[in-house]
């Protein structure tokens, strides 16, 4: 009687609290600050219990495939000088889901020990740190690599009077980020990053040097102030003690000068570049082989004596072989390119980043560029690489 008494105790409780984080929910939509922060702890807590309850009953799966990297993920030094390649991918599900990224493991037969989401500043909710995706990922038994955004217009005036218009902002917005002009933004993440207190990459402000495609460019800013505030973001997160975040340069290298970009050895951890092939689909575009994307630009990369990843790593079909390229790709990069230390797919559904049609990445709809692949990657995993 006892015992069924405690019973019906414990589950009161439960639906209570259930209860009452579904009511704080409803009330924190499209809310942030304080609250939305609190729930966001709490439902990271939840998942954390429910994914234990779930190794306990159904076993431990793909965390038990991924015990070789368990060492990574308990000491960012580690990951700041990897002996091993690092795969990873990021999948257009994300942040929502991660059954994209399963479903692509699946398919090559390994699993991926990172998992690159994307995004913006802002004050939107979905801007801020993104603890509960950070906390699925780990739990999945990766380590997040976050691509860090900062479009600057997606700040309210009427929250941040002290910001310039949103028209005005772009210009020159980086030595705005140097001043120092976004640090209630910047150091609420760090404090978020050092509460997580676990590693992750960070790739703050990617491909900079590119005058086309991001506000963060060399059209409206110069390489001093995209190296003052890269130094100055890295020195608010060391400051508040977010030591875990290894931080990943990425240069777009198609564009000349990329290198002078470079933030300096005590603030970067690792480089990184993009290998897109977009096939013939625009006037700007061709079939691209990936000696011509990455390999003519190797050396530089390399000559930073930094791990190198590849951080956007994909072929369209239209205009060539694809599994053949990524046979040809990824077969030198073990013996060939021995400072290159990930290589992180781009599975993009619907990609339209730099074309107005979308355009599909993914290998799980191409049984011969899977099969490529598979073949290639497998030697990898886990092993050691070759040493410089």
Known sequence: MRRRHRALISVALLLGCVGGFALLTSLSVG??????????????????????????????????????FDRYRRDA?????????????????????????ASLERTLGVSLPIVQAYTAWGDRADEQFPLALASAIWDFGSIPLLTWEPWLTDFDNGRHPELPLREARERHGLASIARGDYDFYVDEWAKQAAQFGKPIFVRFGHEMNDPYRYPW??????????IAAWRHVVDRFRALHATSVVWVWSPLVAYQYWDLYYPGDTYVDWVATGVLNFGPIAQWSKWWTFTEIFGS???????????????????????????????????????KYLAVRSVVFFHSASDQTLTYQKVDWRLVTDTAAARAVAAAINPWSPGPRLKQ
Do not use: C
Request: cysteine-free; hydrophobic content about 40%; glycine content about 12%.
């Open 217 to 226: 460019g060399p059209q409206n800013n110069t390489k001093e102030e995209f």
């Open 31 to 68: 809310t942030e600050g304080p609250l939305a922060a609190g729930l966001a702890r709490v439902g990271t807590g939840v998942g954390g219990i429910e994914h234990r309850l779930r190794e306990r009953f159904v076993g431990p799966g793909r965390a038990a495939e991924l015990r070789w």
């Open 297 to 335: 630009k190797y050396q530089r990369l390399a000559s930073f004596k930094k791990p190198v990843m590849i951080a956007e790593f994909g072929s369209l079909a239209v205009g060539g072989d694809r599994a053949n390229w990524y046979e040809d790709a990824l077969a030198a990069l073990p013996a």
């Open 77 to 101: 030094a580690l990951l700041r000088a990897p002996d091993s390649v690092l795969r990873g991918a990021y999948d257009s599900d994300l942040p929502q889901a991660l059954e994209g990224v």
